[in-house]
């Protein structure tokens, strides 16, 4: 704290505003402070040769193996909510305050599946209670549906420091628990919200403006049939793009046909 509060709290809003939100030290680390002086038998700084930065795309060889490993042996949900619980491979846990892993009907025949969870999710523990999440209800109960009938998930668990992208090693550390929780779940029908999401689980590179509203087929491990996933715009980008609403409600009109249509098959009604 300096003399100036009021400016020691204008800048702590401008890290907030601009994402630095996380504790990452237990002792704060004061930058500004002067270096301390250099003892007379010290190597002097610059012969150091600087140590390479870590590749940051490289997947560590056994987090990866203990990902596909403890997600393959879950034998039920509650299995694999623990499992990741207990996962330490993947640094965001550290990061987090809360382990955010699913909400709604665990036997939904609907499984939506978002990016990772913001600041509200972090706090709740629970996927998409913030404002998106809220657009989210709002886009369910237009069709019909609510958290009742539905499974929300994301595809990591854990928030990344400040809303920052997660990055590809973050993702392919996350996927296998994913691809286990539905495998598991077994929905009928996938709803993939956002970039993310569909490229992380379709694998295809093209961008979601051209993948939205197009039904892909998905290969799950562990289920015998193709699943169909249903692209869609994330509900964080239509606020952010209110125009874009009117793609959405043509893509929740095809999302609503289709469980129309498998309801209307199934015998097997109360899955909803
Ligand atoms: N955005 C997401 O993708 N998931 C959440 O849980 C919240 C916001």
Redesign the pocket.
């Known amino acids: 704290m300096s003399d100036h509060p009021a400016g020691d709290l204008a800048a702590l809003r401008l890290h907030l505003e601009w994402g630095a939100d996380e504790a990452l030290q237990a002792t704060p680390l004061d930058r500004l402070r002067p270096p301390d002086p250099i003892p007379p038998n010290a190597i002097p700084p610059d012969s150091i040769p600087p140590r390479p930065a870590p590749p940051i795309t490289a997947l560590p060889a056994h987090a990866a193996a203990d990902a596909a490993s403890l997600a393959a042996a879950a034998m039920d949900v509650a299995a694999l909510r623990a499992a990741l619980a207990g996962f330490t491979g993947c640094a965001l846990s550290e990061t987090a305050t809360n382990l ?1 892993f699913a909400d709604g009907n665990p036997n939904a025949a609907l499984m939506l599946i ?5 600041a509200e ?1 972090d706090r709740a523990g629970r ?2 209670v ?1 404002p ?2 809220q657009l989210l209800d709002r886009m369910l109960a237009s069709i019909g549906l609510d958290r009742g009938s539905v499974l929300i998930t ?1 595809l990591l668990p854990w928030r990344p420091p400040g809303n920052r992208n997660p990055t590809d090693q973050e993702v392919a550390l996350c996927l296998p628990f994913l691809l286990r929780h539905i495998a598991l779940v077994r929905p009928r029908h996938l709803v993939l ?2 970039a993310l999401a569909t490229r992380a689980l379709s694998g295809s590179g093209a961008g979601i403006r051209r993948l939205r509203g197009k039904w892909l087929a998905l290969d799950i491990p562990g289920l015998e049939a193709k699943l169909p996933a249903l692209p869609m715009f ?1 509900p ?1 980008y239509l606020l952010r793009n209110p125009a874009a609403k009117r793609e959405s409600w043509a893509d929740l009109l095809s999302l609503k046909r289709a469980l129309d249509e498998f309801f209307t098959k199934s015998t097997d009604k109360n899955l909803l």
């Open positions: 955010v978002g990016e990772a969870p913001g999710e996927p998409f913030g998106s999440g994301n919200l956002g994330h964080a």
